[in-house]
């Protein structure tokens, strides 16, 4: 079945700089890779989204990559700030299943002021 | 307000006791779905329900696990005989949304402690 490896596990960077978080998913068949932030004690929250016929999509400060043929994703956020710091999941869809999704294990990001 | 409540938020339990956790989505969603986080890990899929029907369960569910969604409308998930294992965040989605995305919307989960 689908895997999904994320990296680094921890990141801290300096309020303003940039963070990059990366995945790879074992399956060319997934084709939906969403990224979610989930704050303490709560439910992940789905941030930004992208889908295999597209190669990068923005929203405001943060940005998502795909390249297929190396079937890896990154997310990338812009002018961090300390509303930033969370943990971030990716994900995969299962392959000829949108709906259900394999996550990675998760990126703790903190952003010192 | 994620549009899906749980409930509860916290449960402690003995082991061997039951117990059911309660997920309400806000408004319909056709697709219900149960993750399992544990610390460090991200959520891992149980089942899930297109409105009455439960459709896929992994095989993380045992038989102890048993879920149900009545009428298509709020889901319940029950453990029996609960082992310290079982010790989790359970969280619920619901699939669906409008515009530039669409995706799950989870709860904020029941975190079980089996004691």
């Known amino acids: 079945g689908e895997n999904v490896e994320q990296h680094p596990s921890t990141l801290s960077v300096q309020e303003g700089d940039s963070a990059v978080i990366k995945c790879t998913y074992s399956?060319?068949?997934?084709?939906?890779f969403p990224w979610y932030k989930q704050e303490l004690g709560k439910g992940p929250q789905l941030i930004i989204d992208i889908r295999s016929n597209v190669g990068e999509k923005k929203d405001q400060r943060i940005a998502v990559t795909l390249n297929k043929t190396a079937k890896h994703f990154s997310l990338h956020i812009t002018e961090t700030q300390p509303e930033d710091s969370a943990v971030y999941f990716c994900?995969?869809?299962?392959?000829?299943?949108?709906?259900?999704?394999?996550f990675g294990t998760g990126t703790r990001l903190q952003v010192f002021p | 307000d994620t549009g899906v409540s749980q409930n509860p938020r916290h449960k402690i339990t003995k082991r061997g006791q039951n117990v059911t956790f309660r997920c309400d989505p806000i408004s319909e969603h056709n697709r219900l779905y149960w993750y399992r986080q544990t610390l460090g890990q991200g959520p891992e899929f149980l089942t899930y329900f297109q409105n009455e029907a439960q459709l896929e369960k992994s095989r993380l569910l045992s038989d102890r696990f048993s879920a149900e969604r009545p009428k298509g409308s709020f889901s319940t998930l029950e453990i029996q005989r609960t082992e310290q294992g079982d010790s989790a965040m359970y969280l619920c989605?619901?699939?669906?949304?409008?515009?530039?995305?669409?995706?799950?919307?989870f709860g904020s989960g029941t975190r079980l402690t089996v004691v």
């Open positions: 994900a995969a869809s299962e392959p000829y299943n949108t709906d259900k999704l394999i």
């Open positions: 989605a619901a699939l669906g949304g409008a515009g530039a995305i669409y995706g799950y919307t």
């Open positions: 399956d060319s068949a997934s084709n939906y």
